[in-house]
C-alpha cells in the first residue's frame, strides 16, 4: 500500500516568513495530493490540491508543487500570518484505491 | 461547512463496553469515511462505504465494525471498547471516490478508561 512521510512534524518561524512542508509517497501509481489545515480542536478542511499532471498550484499565499520523478511534493506558504498556525496534513491517492493515505500531520506555528 | 454531523461530540465509556458513534449528512453523498486521529499519526482510515449497504476496511480496522442502511447515515460501533481505542474520530464524506475534496465532521472525542 501507500506510505507517506511528512517532516518536519513541528515548525517554527516568524510572522512574514515563509513555511515549507514536505512529503515523500511511495506508490507511483499515485495521482492525487491534497493537503488539509487543521486548526487547534477543529475538522480538517482543504486548502488546496494538486493532480499529478501539473507540476505547481498557488492559491494567494499558498503553493504546492509536485516532483513525480522524486515522489515528492511541498506546501509552501509566503507571508505567514498568526491565523496560519495550525497542522497541515498531506495526503497521497493511489489511482486503484482512490483512498487517500495521510501523512503525519506538521504542526506550524508562526510567532506574531 | 458541509453538512455533516457526528453523535455524540464527547464520551466517555469504560474497557468492554459498546459504544456507537454515528455520522449523519444531509449532502446525499456517496462515499462516507470513518477515521481515527491520534498525536504522531494522523489521520488512518478505518472503515469506508460506497453506497447503502455496501464497506469494506480500511487500515485500522480489527475490533471496529460499521453499518449503513441509509445514504445519510454511516455508523461506527465499537464491540468491546479497549484503552487502545482512546482517540479523536472523525468522519468524511466526498460526493465521488478518487481525485475529490474529502469534507470532515466535527469530530468525536472518545475515552476509554
Known amino acids: 500500500g501507500e506510505n507517506v512521510e511528512q517532516h518536519p512534524s513541528t515548525l517554527s518561524v516568524q510572522e512574514g516568513d515563509s513555511a515549507v512542508i514536505k512529503c515523500t509517497y511511495s506508490d507511483s501509481a499515485s495521482n492525487y495530493f491534497p493537503w488539509y489545515k487543521q486548526e487547534l480542536g477543529k475538522r480538517p478542511q482543504l486548502i488546496i490540491d494538486?493532480?499529478?499532471?501539473?507540476g505547481e498550484k498557488k492559491d494567494q499565499r499558498i503553493a504546492v508543487t509536485l516532483n513525480k520523478t522524486a515522489k515528492h511534493f511541498s506546501l509552501h506558504i509566503t507571508e505567514t500570518q498568526p491565523e496560519d498556525s495550525a497542522v497541515y496534513f498531506c495526503?497521497?491517492?493511489?489511482?486503484?484505491?482512490?483512498?487517500?493515505?495521510f501523512g503525519r500531520g506538521t504542526s506550524l506555528i508562526v510567532h506574531p | 461547512d458541509a453538512g455533516i454531523t457526528q453523535s455524540p461530540r464527547h464520551k466517555v465509556t469504560e474497557t468492554g463496553t459498546p459504544v456507537t458513534l454515528r455520522c449523519h449528512q444531509t449532502?446525499?453523498?456517496?462515499?462516507m469515511y470513518w477515521y481515527r486521529q491520534d498525536p504522531g499519526h494522523g489521520l488512518r482510515l478505518i472503515h469506508y462505504?460506497?453506497?447503502?449497504?455496501?464497506?469494506d476496511k480500511g487500515e485500522v480496522s480489527d475490533g471496529y465494525s460499521v453499518s449503513r442502511s441509509k445514504t445519510e447515515d454511516f455508523l461506527l460501533t465499537l464491540e468491546s471498547a479497549t484503552s487502545s481505542q482512546t482517540s479523536v474520530y472523525f468522519c468524511a464524506i466526498s460526493e465521488v471516490m478518487g481525485q475529490e475534496t474529502q469534507y470532515f465532521g466535527p469530530g468525536t472525542r472518545l475515552l476509554v478508561l
Open positions: 462505504s460506497y453506497g447503502v449497504k455496501d464497506t
Open positions: 449532502e446525499n453523498h456517496r462515499y
Open positions: 495526503a497521497a491517492e493511489s489511482g486503484g484505491s482512490y483512498i487517500p493515505t
Open positions: 494538486i493532480r499529478s499532471n501539473v
